[in-house]
């Protein structure tokens, strides 16, 4: 049973009892990291059901090279729940299936290559039109106000429609406008899954039963009637020369949902984060819009979302640490990218930082699928935001709140600009 | 100069790709290779430089003198 954050008790030494929950971790992670990385250097808690932690660049690329020593078949940062069927109680899933990433070789070649196509940069191109048009109808509906919250309306707003347009699904399932969480609504099922759910199972157990009755019925039409949409394609393709059943269709685009939203919508969120406060960079990209593709790269960098989770199949041994048979590994990507001995002045956002070996979308057989899709939603993104709305700043009067874990970034962003 | 991809270790981040595209192409499934022969112009010398500096795999090769 998970324990509200707020009643859990408070952290005392990082390197022997971290919580990836903590909100000190989620505002600010990189002094902790720092720390550890110096004296640890590869943490361990038995918060969460157990997991080591390394904070060194080179760590955690070895790690993630591992292959399957370290096996992808808990891709989650906590300890997984069984699904089962609300009818019948009958378990679905005993631990998460969203392949590639929760799979290993060799059935993880043919999943990989199943959807890479649609996300080559050729095919991202072809959603890059519609996803400049959504930035732009964004920014038309709070232009006028002088303020918005730059996460809720905005940054939220894109990668959910940009997963929706690409499946071939109704729009208005991915978030409604208005305060709070829409109901029925892919914001509200990738929140339910990863951001409350992951520290409240019965969550996460209600959410994936409607995701699964939603991509079961929207599998079935496309079974049905076929169009030209990603989910039909999914169905013409093939594994390795297998037909591609219903079950994995619906897990792939259960990938889409878990791997495509709140990640990029938290880049989103940080990049608006980073440049309404330092006007510097903010002025350099409004001045020189060609540096937006490096600087898109060092946002990454700086304020990479993801930390996904592997299981030790064997003992492991990294930089003196042995992590034993059976223990969950966090793949602490963000933290590799802020490691002095990479990156010089890691923690500094350089924007047109020419040495950047960033492993914000991974790193080996697992690095992100979508990755060019979110590269293209956040140069859209920004672009628009910085053309539109060049003289933003943070509205220093209100919050800004973060949320962390397996996914960081600013879930309220309040920013006040001069009306155009 | 001459610029190379290995095959080996290409993971399809596409980081060369997006900073130096006249120095390479990507095939269907986001796996990068040399345009042409390699040859890399001088003119796109730094190009080549910064694609190889950017890959997280050490995927792209330089050969200098090539």
Same mark, same amino acid.
């Given at each position: 049973?998970?324990?509200?954050?707020?009643?859990?008790?408070?952290?005392?030494?990082?390197?022997?009892?971290?919580?990836?929950?903590?909100?000190?971790? %989620?505002?600010?992670?990189?002094?902790?990291?720092?720390?550890?990385?110096?004296?640890?250097?590869?943490?361990?808690?038995? /918060?969460?059901?157990?997991?080591?932690?390394?904070?060194?660049?080179?760590?955690?690329?070895?790690?993630a090279?591992?292959?399957?020593?370290?096996?992808?078949?808990?891709?989650?940062?906590?300890?997984?729940?069984?699904?089962?069927?609300?009818?019948?109680?009958?378990?679905?899933?005993?631990?998460?299936?969203?392949?590639?990433?929760?799979?290993?070789?060799?059935?993880?070649?043919?999943?990989? /290559?199943?959807?890479?196509?649609?996300?080559?940069?050729?095919?991202?191109?072809?959603?890059?039109?519609?996803?400049?048009?959504?930035? *732009?109808?964004?920014?038309?509906?709070?232009?006028?106000?002088?303020? %918005?919250?730059?996460?809720?309306?905005?940054?939220?707003?894109?990668?959910?429609?940009?997963?929706?347009?690409?499946?071939?699904?109704?729009?208005?399932?991915?978030? /409604?406008?208005?305060?709070?969480?829409?109901? *029925?609504?892919?914001?509200?099922?990738?929140?339910?899954?990863?951001?409350?759910?992951?520290?409240?199972?019965?969550?996460?157990?209600?959410?994936?039963?409607?995701?699964?009755?939603?991509?079961?019925?929207?599998?079935?039409?496309?079974?049905?009637?076929?169009?030209?949409?990603?989910?039909?394609?999914?169905?013409?393709?093939?594994?390795?020369?297998?037909?591609?059943?219903?079950?994995?269709?619906?897990?792939?685009?259960?990938?889409?949902?878990?791997?495509?939203?709140?990640?990029?919508?938290?880049?989103?969120?940080?990049?608006?984060?980073?440049? @309404?406060?330092?006007?510097?960079?903010?002025?350099?990209?409004?001045?020189?819009?060609?540096?937006?593709?490096?600087?898109?790269?060092?946002?990454?960098?700086?304020?990479?979302?993801?930390?996904?989770?592997?299981?030790?199949?064997?003992?492991?041994?990294?930089?003196?640490?042995?992590?034993?048979?059976?223990?969950?590994?966090?793949?602490?990507?963000?933290?590799?990218?802020?490691?002095?001995?990479?990156?010089?002045?890691?923690?500094?956002?350089?924007?047109?930082?020419?040495?950047?070996?960033?492993v914000?979308f991974g790193i080996g057989i697992h690095r992100c699928a979508?990755s060019?899709? @979110? /590269?293209?939603?956040?140069?859209?993104?920004?672009?628009?935001?910085?053309?539109?709305?060049?003289?933003?700043?943070?509205?220093?009067?209100?919050?800004?709140?973060?949320?962390?874990?397996?996914?960081?970034?600013?879930?309220?962003?309040?920013?006040?600009?001069?009306?155009? | 100069?001459?610029?190379?991809?290995?095959?080996?270790?290409?993971q399809g981040h596409?980081?060369?790709?997006?900073?130096?595209?006249?120095?390479?192409?990507?095939?269907?499934?986001g796996?990068?290779?040399?345009?042409?022969?390699?040859?890399?112009?001088?003119?796109?010398?730094?190009?080549?430089?910064?694609?190889?500096?950017?890959?997280p795999e050490?995927?792209?090769?330089?050969?200098?003198?090539?």
């Open positions: 049973m998970a324990t509200a954050p707020d009643a859990r008790p408070p952290v005392g030494d990082w390197a022997t009892d971290y919580d990836i929950f903590d909100p000190a971790y %989620c505002a600010d992670p990189g002094p902790i990291w720092a720390d550890l990385r110096d004296r640890c250097p590869v943490a361990h808690t038995e /918060r969460w059901g157990g997991s080591y932690l390394p904070t060194r660049y080179e760590d955690v690329a070895e790690l090279r591992l292959v399957p020593a370290l096996s992808n078949q808990l891709p989650i940062v906590v300890p997984p729940v069984p699904i089962t069927d609300p009818v019948t109680g009958e378990v679905i899933r005993a631990r998460p299936h969203i392949p590639p990433i929760s799979s290993d070789p060799p059935f993880h070649g043919p999943a990989r /290559r199943l959807i890479l196509p649609a996300f080559s940069p050729q095919a991202v191109a072809t959603h890059e039109p519609y996803t400049r048009d959504l930035a *732009d109808r964004l920014v038309d509906g709070f232009a006028a106000r002088g303020r %918005c919250d730059g996460a809720v309306e905005f940054a939220q707003q894109i990668p959910p429609r940009v997963i929706a347009h690409l499946l071939g699904v109704d729009e208005n399932r991915a978030d /409604r406008p208005g305060s709070g969480v829409s109901p *029925d609504t892919m914001i509200e099922w990738v929140r339910g899954l990863l951001e409350f759910g992951a520290t409240n199972p019965e969550l996460r157990i209600a959410t994936a039963q409607k995701i699964f009755a939603f991509w079961g019925a929207e599998v079935a039409e496309r079974r049905a009637q076929p169009g030209d949409d990603f989910i039909s394609e999914l169905l013409r393709g093939d594994l390795d020369g297998e037909p591609v059943d219903d079950d994995h269709a619906v897990a792939t685009c259960n990938l889409l949902l878990i791997a495509g939203i709140d990640t990029t919508w938290s880049s989103i969120g940080s990049a608006l984060w980073h440049l @309404a406060t330092h006007p510097g960079d903010r002025e350099r990209l409004v001045a020189e819009p060609e540096l937006l593709p490096m600087a898109v790269e060092e946002l990454l960098r700086v304020y990479s979302p993801v930390t996904m989770g592997r299981l030790a199949t064997e003992d492991v041994t990294v930089d003196g640490v042995t992590i034993p048979a059976g223990s969950r590994v966090l793949m602490n990507f963000p933290a590799a990218n802020r490691d002095p001995a990479q990156f010089p002045d890691p923690d500094t956002v350089v924007i047109d930082r020419a040495h950047n070996r960033h914000a979508g060019n899709l @979110a /590269r293209m939603e956040m140069q859209v993104a920004l672009s628009v935001f910085l053309e539109r709305l060049p003289e933003f700043h943070l509205d220093v009067t209100g919050p800004v709140t973060w949320c962390g874990g397996q996914v960081r970034g600013p879930r309220t962003l309040p920013l006040v600009f001069p009306t155009p | 100069m001459k610029v190379r991809v290995d095959p080996e270790k290409c596409n980081r060369c790709y997006s900073l130096a595209p006249e120095l390479f192409e990507v095939d269907d499934y796996y990068a290779s040399a345009a042409g022969d390699g040859v890399v112009p001088p003119e796109l010398a730094e190009k080549a430089r910064l694609a190889a500096a950017n890959c050490y995927a792209v090769i330089i050969d200098e003198d090539g």
